[in-house]
């Protein structure tokens, strides 16, 4: 009897071993596997990086043809600052995006700020402080509007901000009385298109301070975090305790006030005002805001990759100019880079959950 | 052919992976009957509903027949109809911006050329329609005016309807659990309406979980179980009780249950007079260290308890009272619970507990972004550390927080999200079915850590319709009917099959206690 319960015991010991050496094994198999075979490193590099590769071979493509001009360092100078504004008015438009929200409204903000520092600074004889601080209000004011309809009447933010943004044409046509008001202040001209620093006219540092605060909110505060939650999954982030209404309706109000600073530079940068070029710059916030969600951090409205986006359509519309190419490719550039943005941006997302 | 029967199903098998959905079911339905189809979850019940509707391919050898007809299998579910066979399911398949009447003609405006439609005839013909089933309904009124029983009764009056005109036959029509989410006096009227329908001469399956009502309206009923057929009994010479022992499988006597033995702790949390949309009112409790299951058939109102108390949907009353406070829950909201130490797992992984598109790191790090933040601000390293850590200890695999969440298999990103909100040490944990769509293993893995916060102190309220994880985990499971608590369930009587049993014998205790 003894006997054979030693033997059982022993075969059980063996079969115990047994087990643990096949434990180890999955063990050191599930090891192996745990950091999945991710993506190749080179994909994402070159995802990450490319716009800014694609940039570098515009200007080489566009030099070849047009050596003096495309290579001098004056005409980039002069390109970064007079679309110092579009970058401005995209870093705006791109904090709505990503709470999930569109804001159509942005170039009207734009135009209305830019025509109320003329009207008050000129037709008013207000001083020039006043005038951009209730330039910065009337943006605040249309943010509050929007977030009111889109919010608190649950209407869709492209409707909403359709509507706003024609009122506001309205409005400035009757503030300007449909004309071209000039004559603003020296001392707003001077702070931002005449001052350089290392040649580049102040506005365009206005927009890489604006980027590097944006890119830092959005990168390394909780806020920035719960953003992109709230535009991401809207559910979650509610349930999650984030006030998904207050984080909505701030990122409204942020984009209209960031577009009527753009407004403020746009009057500086010529020192006059009109009642309608500014809403040309709609489209091209739309398309760099979507084209640089494709670059630097792929698949996220980011603010690096915004200007990195404006400058480079910037540059492929100087070129085309140097080249003598009629005006209307402009709005091909711009019309095609939007479409073209937005397809890679979601071939973007629809990849990656799947690698 | 003409004695052939309404509907005749043979041998009819389906496979998922691995395991037998169904298993050689047969089922015959006579003309002018009402045939009821009964079972619990993963019964078959509904395998069969879907392959008879052609969503399922099932495997080869079976066979479907209708009035005789052979029907080509995977069933063609555009052309069925032609042969004699319509589905009224849950989802009604109205469309709630349209009227009465555009929905009525809506299979034909779908699929006929129709240039000159005109309204004033499909109003004549809705009205006509109506009366024929002595319904008052406005053909003219938007569907989302509608009260729940009207847009019901709308959908069978279509189906029917759809049968009439597109069919020689008489038809057959499958009601899948059309009555769950009506109240009592609604039930009445849809039986009317089915009386009439099988007075026209059609035959009708009733797929229900509620034992009562299939007693009340069938002539005989098929009960399915783990994917085999049991029995077709005559419902006239089938008493309740012989009906529960063929779903659940087993004669009602005593049970030798399990049970974990319930901490002797003080109440830690108490819901005192909770009512909601088709709940209420409920008072209950639970203790610190406890797991207290709520569950019940589908419609019983268990399932709106977690989230009407973290405030994720809004209670019409009621108070909780939870550390020496008591706290309106008519007003909660998500902050307010989270800051009271109350977590809130959503059953809808994707879209309510988690976002698949966002990296597992921000998805675990989102509760706690101001305490991962250096002076310098928050870095992705630190927030993919700390969540590399959180999944280490809850076994995520693979663990890698970079991923984002919906690389994850269920059971993992499920662990994940759990991970989530027990890095808050909460007080209470609510949690809305953690282990639905989750495999075997990770399911043990999400006990074990659920277990783990209960001995730390937490109380968790589950609820869930699985019957056999309630067992497991619960010390104490409480069944709903009608929006109410009807039997607690501990110690030794807290098994799957009393679960089970508790849940099918639970339309009739309300009834008794009314």
Known sequence: MTDTRDMTDNRIEVYEERIAALE????????RLAPPPSRRPGTEWAERFGLLAAWILLILILGSFRPDQMFSWNSYAAMFGSNAMIVVLTLGLIIPLTTGDFDLSVASTMALSSMMVAVLNVRMDWSIEGAIFMALAAGVAVGAINALFILWFRIHSLIV????????????????????????SMDLVRVVIMTRFLGI???????????????YVFQHTALGRRLLFVGRGREVARLSGVNVNRARAGALIASSTIAALAGVLYTGMRGSSDPSSALAFLLPAFAAAFLGSTTLYPGRFNAPGAFVAVYFLSTGIMGLNFLGVPSFVQNLFYGGGLVIAVSISQLIRKRRPMD | MTDAPALSVTNLSKRFGGALALDHVALEVRRGE???????????????IKILAGFHDPEPGGEVRLYGRKVPLPVPGARVREMGLAFVHQHLGLIPSLTVMENLALGDLATTHNWGISWRAEEARAAEVFARYDLALDPRREVFTLSPVEQALLAIVRAVEDLRTASKEPGVLVLDEPTPFLPRAGVEQLFRLVRAAKDEGASVIFVSHDVDEVREITDRATILRDGKLIDTVVTADTSHDAFVERIIGRAMTAYGGAGKARPNAEPLAEVVELTGPGLGPVSLEVAEG?????TGLIGAGYDAVPALLYGARNATGGRLRLAGQSIRLDTMEPPEALARGIVYLPADRMGAAGVGSLPVSDNIGLPVLERLRRAAGLFDRDIRQHAGSLGARAGVKPNAPELPLSALSGGNAQKALLAKWLQVEPRLMLLDEPTQGVD??????????????AEGGAAILIGSTDYEQLAQLCHRVLVFARGRIVEELTGERLDKDAIAEACFRSTTLTAAAE
Do not use: C, M
């Open chain 1, 24 to 31: 180890e094994k999955l063990r050191a198999f599930e090891g």
């Open chain 1, 161 to 184: 901000t359709l509507g706003t943004g024609y009122f506001i044409n309205g409005v400035v046509l009757w503030i300007s009385s449909s004309a071209v008001i000039s004559g603003v």
């Open chain 2, 440 to 453: 075997v293993g990770a399911r043990q893995d999400i006990w074990d850590a659920l277990d783990g916060a």
């Open chain 2, 290 to 294: 406890e797991i207290l299951g709520l």
């Open chain 1, 201 to 215: 006219p102040l506005a365009f540092w206005y927009a890489v301070l604006l980027t590097a605060a944006l890119w």
């Open chain 2, 34 to 48: 009402v045939h009821g189809l009964l079972g619990s979850n993963g019964s078959g019940k509904s395998t069969l």
